[in-house]
């Protein structure tokens, strides 16, 4: 990039950068991110088809989860990362509508790239997308129904549905609901529900039917000693973000033995070190110890010898699970043992389940925690449990804080283009094509149902207009009868919150994408330079 001052050309940017400006730079953003929509778009629905990932290291990840799908492309262009992100924050937000938000993202795009090639102004047709979107937000409203409780359990099964999981389906919505029913708190009047209460642990052996809801905490760990007991009632439990072992220099370090005995000597003070170590819970009163880091082999022993059930290498996040879950605080230091700081539970236990053992933390001083236990056949099985649980999960719970459904099968979007094409006739200005175009994009998810489904995309959008022409606000695409039908009375719900979300995104992606008509890309470093060596100044 360079700019002219008296025949002189001035360089800005350093070389190597690229520029892509105006129309083409649109055209680019726009091809990119439609390129991701349409690569995720073959999922949707029940019947949508799923994707096989391979990592560098040869790790198969097989799944229909846009968010998934899309944070393992890792993809490169930067308007197409836009579309990902969307599928991210989707997820983060409401658990369900991955794919729904990212090819929606993707059909706003489209229309609005058919409008500019029209020559209406990128900025007429964000407006123009605002107010179609803030249109949507309204009518869903209107729409939506009350949830009863007997709904969560299908709104669990509807968010299940498509995940490769149909077969055991009835099992794990029960699990869901009941597990975020559990943890439901009043606030303000108003029902809260924080799913970090709620762990899911995987076993890749047994049968879907053996998961399990389990009131507590579950670590896919064992006890360090086969002499320490198995099972500890009125758990004292120190939560250690420290080491039980000799502390180790950091600094390359050697020993140096000039007489007969230093070996000795040196060991002593070693195993004198390590003993100090284990006193020191063993004084402060713990009867169960979960540790972060590594816990010597002497260290064990003792601790072993006193009855104390020891496990270490214990991740940080699970740590912070046993801290909400015990009361306990996190300690940082072997000198902080004391009794205010240990948590409480009425049973830690390590058990069996298929062919390893697990630890059990159950009657903790936290009520509000829970854990599921997923069980399958193999671990891409238990992989994709993992997955479709969090979904439900988190639907459930987003049912519960707003109370609010919706029809699914494409139901909303019919409906929702339906009053959006009434609506764009009572504009004057061009925003009127905007939000014709925002109620044609609306279409893409019907549409997609049914072509995944093998069906003939064109014949049922006819027929879903014309029910919803005749006031059936309800019918949507039931694909595996291959027909409109009313989904309410089918049980094919979702969460208000889910759709309002999507349709979010989606406008606010493809308005910041239209806003864009300059990339700049810097050119990478030839020879990056080194840091300076500053280890001889310590």
Avoid: W
Avoid at 267 to 273: A, G
Avoid at 511 to 524: E, F, G, T, W, Y
């Amino acid at each position: 990039m360079a700019g002219q001052m008296g025949g002189q050309p001035i360089i800005i940017l350093k070389q190597g950068t690229e520029r892509t400006r105006g129309e083409e730079a649109k055209r680019s953003n726009i091809m990119a991110a439609r390129a991701v929509a349409e690569a995720v778009r073959t999922t949707l629905g029940p019947k949508g088809l799923d994707k096989m990932l391979v990592d560098p290291a040869g790790l198969v990840i097989i799944t229909n989860d846009g968010a998934t799908i899309l944070d393992e492309m890792k993809i490169k262009h930067p308007a197409a990362k836009m579309v990902a992100d969307v599928a991210k924050t989707q997820d983060d937000e409401v658990g369900d509508g991955t794919t729904t938000a990212a090819v929606l993202t993707g059909e706003l795009l489209k229309g609005a790239q058919e409008l500019m090639e029209q020559g209406i102004h990128p900025t007429t047709i964000i407006q123009g997308y605002h107010l179609a979107m803030d249109k949507s937000k309204e009518i869903l409203s209107e729409i939506s129904i009350t949830a009863e409780d007997d709904a969560l359990r299908k709104i669990a099964e509807t968010a299940l549905t498509g995940k490769g999981i149909e077969f055991s389906k009835e099992k794990l919505s029960e699990l869901a609901v009941s597990a975020v029913k559990s943890i439901v708190k009043q606030e303000n009047g108003k029902k809260t529900v924080n799913i970090k209460n709620i762990s899911i642990e995987r076993r890749g052996e047994g049968s879907v039917e053996d998961s399990e809801l389990i009131a507590g905490i579950i670590l896919d760990k064992t006890k360090t000693h086969q002499s320490m007991p198995s099972r500890i009632e009125n758990a004292k439990i120190a939560i250690l973000a420290a080491p039980i072992e000799v502390r180790k220099t950091e600094t390359k370090s050697e020993i140096s033995i000039e007489a007969v005995g230093q070996t000795r000597m040196f060991l002593e003070q070693e195993e004198r070190l390590v003993r100090e170590a284990a006193d020191k819970v063993i004084k402060g009163g713990a009867n169960v110890v979960f540790c972060q880091k590594g816990v010597d082999d002497l260290a064990r022993y003792f601790l072993a010898k006193a009855g104390i059930f020891v496990t270490h290498r214990v991740k940080k996040n699970d740590l912070e699970k046993l801290s909400r879950a015990t009361g306990g605080k996190i300690i940082t230091s072997l000198d902080e043992i004391k009794p205010d700081a240990l948590g409480h539970a009425g049973l830690v236990e390590e058990k069996m389940v298929g062919n390893g053992e697990m630890i059990f933390v159950t009657q903790c001083e936290n009520p509000s925690t829970y854990s599921i236990l997923l069980r399958g056949g193999t671990e891409h099985v238990v992989t994709s449990l993992d997955r479709a649980m969090h979904d439900a999960l988190r639907v459930v719970g987003v049912a519960i804080e707003d109370g609010k459904i919706l029809a699914g099968g494409g139901a909303p979007e019919i409906e929702l283009a339906l009053h959006l094409r009434e609506y764009a006739s009572t504009l004057e200005g061009r925003e009127q094509l905007a939000v014709t175009k925002f109620a044609q994009a609306l279409e893409i998810i019907p549409k997609s149902l049914a072509e995944n489904a093998g069906l003939d995309s064109i014949d049922m959008l006819v027929e879903l207009r014309s029910r919803h022409e005749h006031g059936n606000k309800n019918v949507g695409l039931d694909v595996f009868e291959g027909k409109p039908v009313d989904m309410l009375e089918n049980g094919v719900i979702e969460p208000l919150r889910v759709k309002t979300q999507a349709i979010t995104l989606a406008t606010e992606t493809a308005s910041m994408i239209l806003r864009i008509d300059d990339v700049i890309a810097s050119a990478k470093e030839e020879h990056p330079k080194k840091q300076p060596d500053l280890s001889g100044l310590e």
